[in-house]
């Protein structure tokens, strides 16, 4: 019975971390802008917040830096279960166009493992709502 | 002034220290010069030629030797200045003293080739990661990168 | 008794990772480091493996806001070495996007702004306009971000008439809104109150340490690339430089504002004089051998690019500098002598090519080594509370 009722909240309202990994900030930026008056996901109950405690799923842009990559795993470990993960971006899936740099990992999935991909270059926010509403049918 | 009497100030001024001078296009001019004169030259420039601006520093690895591009810029004119440093001895003035800004542009030097700038206020890493290994220089010509097997999320390979 | 607070790398608030670690005193900041690196990707050693036109998507993809500037200071770059002459056609639809990304970056930026000092519906308002803008660049180009309209020797897609009639009617509804929003900042004294005298950088000193764009700008610097160095359409348009007296956060909104209204005049201008023509012209698989100094104006400052070419069809050195990076001296200035609690909104005064959002701050206890964690969003809570209990500063005066 407790857990329906969680289950339901978290589908009905799950509450986000967005992560730049070394990103171009293309992405960042449509994340953002789906939380403005055109895209307006704070409809479906979505919040941004601040600290990944408080989080349910995380937003997660950009290829993986060296230096990002053990504070990613940090962040990823201080999110409580259960988490969701969601790839933003070509940069996010395989490293886009900077595949073979020296500094960079490949995409999130070579760190943290991950639930839903979303592409583009960058993702449109309407893909990216969608991305989420598809990852909250799945729950 | 115009770019003719700029570059003929300048040679007046550095006489034998200018060893090229050129000037390709409008409002751009190249000056070569040794390392050891770099930041006299800096302090020239800022002084009587209006160039307090430094845009950056681009480095450059020929094979022999290191080449380094000072770029400033005045309100009418862009001004180049390059030196050259052999490879087994990469030392190279610095010119914070004339122009405290450039001191970022300096340590990417540092840690991107290998160069030793002396008098530099701040030596630490500017754009490479904490773990990153010592004495591995990305933008020199002979360094290669491999690039690490990727996983691939559901085993397959 | 001083304290050190490490700011960063992952904060809602900022979108970029990076990392500041401060030294505090009680509330006043006497110290500032910066830890770059986190977004640090090895550009320049990729650069030297993909040819001319593949380099044009990967300097796009240095940043996301200004990915037009990066594109368009290469592709300059490389006209001028392989010894092109675009058609005007081609160069005033390359140069309109320009402005229309400058517009879309300023809009960005005062939401940004407005959400530091607290003033969220302005926020909101600035970005929904900025949808009007997304809408035109996605009209011309096929993209919200990451037009790739530069191709070398031209650009790729072609304006029509409707395409024309349709962006002459957004600057218009733009400009309106614009003004509006301008009276609302100028008769808002809490608003103004906030950001004047914050973050305060004197002209000597924007000189000595190369600050760049709004940032020098606001110190009564005059510098501006399209005045000094104009390349292509810029000699044949009328605009202003816009400066500012008052070195701090009021005198950078200031202009940014300027400039959005001087944006509006040029996109109309450009417009209605575009010129007939192809738009594009041919350009051949290898560069002969040189060097060449690119410099363009992005929203942010002076943006330089040093491309030398070796005979071959792929670049042997590529050297970018982005505006902001020109900047962080200046930043670690005006943070010294600051209070904490004016942090998000100093940072953000230099726009630093992310978005506001919180950031999670541990507090370091300087005797006894314990961790506190403090989220950024209470420091900004924290400081609107300050602020608003406060008296208000009655001589704050919007200049214009």
């Known amino acids: 019975m407790l857990n329906k009722l969680t289950r339901w909240s978290r589908i009905k309202s799950p509450w986000i971390l967005h992560l730049n990994s070394g990103a171009c900030n293309a992405c960042d930026i449509e994340i953002v802008a789906a939380l403005t008056p055109r895209f307006d996901v704070e409809r479906f109950g979505i919040l941004l917040k601040a600290t990944p405690r408080h989080a349910d799923v995380i937003v997660a842009s950009g290829p993986v830096t060296r230096q990002m990559r053990d504070r990613i795993v940090r962040i990823y470990d201080q999110t409580p279960d259960p988490k969701f993960v969601i790839a933003v971006g070509a940069c996010a899936m395989s490293g886009c166009v900077y595949r073979g740099a020296y500094n960079i990992m490949g995409g999130i999935d070579q760190v943290i493992p991950v639930n839903i991909y979303v592409p583009g270059c960058p993702a449109r926010p309407d893909a990216i709502v969608d991305g989420v509403v598809k990852l909250l049918g799945k729950l | 002034m115009s770019d003719i009497e700029i570059v003929e100030s300048l040679k007046r001024d550095l006489g034998d220290k200018a060893l090229e001078l050129t000037n390709p296009d409008r409002r751009r001019i190249f000056l070569k010069i040794a390392p050891a004169d770099l930041a006299a030259a800096a302090a020239l420039l800022r002084d009587a030629y209006d160039c307090a601006y430094l845009a950056t520093i681009s480095g450059l690895d020929k094979g022999e030797t290191f080449e380094f591009l000072y770029h400033f810029a005045s309100p009418v004119v862009n001004i180049n200045v390059r030196t050259e440093i052999p490879r087994t001895d990469p030392r190279l003035p610095s010119i914070c003293g004339a122009i405290p800004g450039a001191v970022l542009y300096e340590r990417e030097l540092q840690e991107m080739f290998g160069v030793v700038v002396e008098g530099i206020p701040d030596p630490r890493r500017l754009n490479l990661p904490d773990d990153w290994p010592e004495g591995q220089f990305p933008l020199r010509k002979d360094w290669k990168h491999v690039r690490p097997q990727e996983v691939i999320p559901g085993g397959k390979s | 008794?001083?304290?050190?607070?490490?700011?960063?790398?992952?904060?809602?608030?900022?979108?970029?990772?990076?990392?500041?670690?401060?030294?505090?005193?009680?509330?006043?900041?006497?110290?500032?480091?910066?830890?770059?690196?986190?977004?640090?990707?090895?550009?320049?050693?990729?650069?030297?493996?993909?040819?001319?036109?593949?380099?044009?998507?990967?300097?796009?993809?240095?940043?996301?806001?200004?990915?037009?500037?990066?594109?368009?200071?290469?592709?300059?770059?490389?006209?001028?070495?392989?010894?092109?002459?675009?058609?005007?056609?081609?160069?005033?639809?390359?140069?309109?996007?320009?402005?229309?990304?400058?517009?879309?970056?300023?809009?960005?930026?005062?939401?940004?702004?407005?959400?530091?000092?607290?003033?969220?519906?302005?926020?909101?308002?600035?970005?929904?306009?900025?949808?009007?803008?997304?809408?035109?660049?996605?009209?011309?180009?096929?993209?919200?971000?990451?037009?790739?309209?530069?191709?070398?020797?031209?650009?790729?897609?072609?304006?029509?008439?409707?395409?024309?009639?349709?962006?002459?009617?957004?600057?218009?509804?733009?400009?309106?809104?614009?003004?509006?929003?301008?009276?609302?900042?100028?008769?808002?004294?809490?608003?103004?109150?906030?950001?004047?005298?914050?973050?305060?950088?004197?002209?000597?000193?924007?000189?000595?340490?190369?600050?760049?764009?709004?940032?020098?700008?606001?110190?009564?610097?005059?510098?501006?690339?399209?005045?000094?160095?104009?390349?292509?359409?810029?000699?044949?348009?009328?605009?202003?430089?816009?400066?500012?007296?008052?070195?701090?956060?009021?005198?950078?909104?200031?202009?940014?504002?300027?400039?959005?209204?001087?944006?509006?005049?040029?996109?109309?201008?450009?417009?209605?004089?575009?010129?007939?023509?192809?738009?594009?012209?041919?350009?051949?698989?290898?560069?002969?051998?040189?060097?060449?100094?690119?410099?363009?104006?992005?929203?942010?400052?002076?943006?330089?690019?040093?491309?030398?070419?070796?005979?071959?069809?792929?670049?042997?050195?590529?050297?970018?500098?982005?505006?902001?990076?020109?900047?962080?001296?200046?930043?670690?200035?005006?943070?010294?002598?600051?209070?904490?609690?004016?942090?998000?909104?100093?940072?953000?005064?230099?726009?630093?090519?992310?978005?506001?959002?919180?950031?999670?701050?541990?507090?370091?206890?300087?005797?006894?080594?314990?961790?506190?964690?403090?989220?950024?969003?209470?420091?900004?809570?924290?400081?609107?509370?300050?602020?608003?209990?406060?008296?208000?500063?009655?001589?704050?005066?919007?200049p214009i």
């Open chain 3, 1 to 398: 008794m001083s304290f050190e607070i490490p700011i960063g790398p992952q904060h809602p608030a900022l979108k970029e990772p990076i990392s500041l670690r401060m030294t505090v005193d009680g509330e006043v900041i006497t110290g500032v480091d910066i830890r770059l690196g986190y977004n640090h990707r090895g550009v320049e050693k990729v650069a030297e493996e993909k040819n001319w036109t593949q380099n044009i998507y990967l300097t796009e993809r240095i940043c996301g806001i200004c990915s037009h500037s990066h594109a368009t200071c290469y592709v300059q770059g490389v006209e001028k070495l392989m010894e092109l002459a675009p058609p005007k056609r081609g160069l005033y639809i390359r140069y309109l996007v320009s402005e229309l990304e400058r517009v879309h970056s300023h809009l960005l930026w005062l939401g940004v702004a407005g959400h530091e000092a607290g003033f969220d519906s302005f926020f909101m308002y600035t970005w929904r306009d900025r949808e009007i803008v997304m809408d035109l660049l996605e009209m011309i180009s096929g993209n919200r971000v990451h037009y790739a309209i530069n191709t070398i020797g031209g650009v790729r897609r072609d304006l029509d008439e409707g395409q024309k009639a349709r962006i002459l009617e957004g600057v218009a509804t733009l400009r309106k809104r614009s003004e509006y929003y301008f009276h609302i900042g100028a008769n808002e004294p809490s608003f103004v109150g906030r950001i004047a005298g914050v973050g305060m950088l004197s002209k000597e000193q924007a000189v000595s340490l190369c600050a760049v764009g709004p940032v020098a700008r606001a110190s009564g610097v005059a510098r501006d690339v399209r005045k000094e160095d104009p390349y292509a359409v810029y000699d044949e348009l009328d605009f202003e430089l816009c400066t500012a007296d008052t070195c701090d956060v009021l005198g950078r909104v200031v202009v940014r504002v300027k400039e959005l209204l001087e944006s509006y005049k040029m996109i109309e201008q450009m417009v209605k004089g575009l010129p007939d023509g192809d738009i594009a012209c041919k350009a051949p698989r290898k560069a002969k051998p040189g060097e060449v100094v690119s410099r363009y104006e992005a929203p942010r400052g002076e943006n330089i690019h040093y491309i030398k070419a070796n005979g071959t069809d792929k670049p042997e050195r590529l050297k970018v500098r982005a505006p902001t990076l020109g900047n962080y001296p200046a930043t670690v200035e005006m943070l010294r002598n600051g209070f904490i609690a004016d942090i998000p909104l100093i940072f953000a005064a230099i726009d630093p090519c992310i978005c506001c959002a919180e950031r999670t701050v541990t507090l370091v206890g300087a005797r006894n080594g314990e961790e506190r964690l403090v989220t950024l969003g209470d420091l900004r809570r924290l400081a609107i509370e300050r602020h608003q209990s406060a008296p208000p500063k009655r001589n704050a005066v919007w």
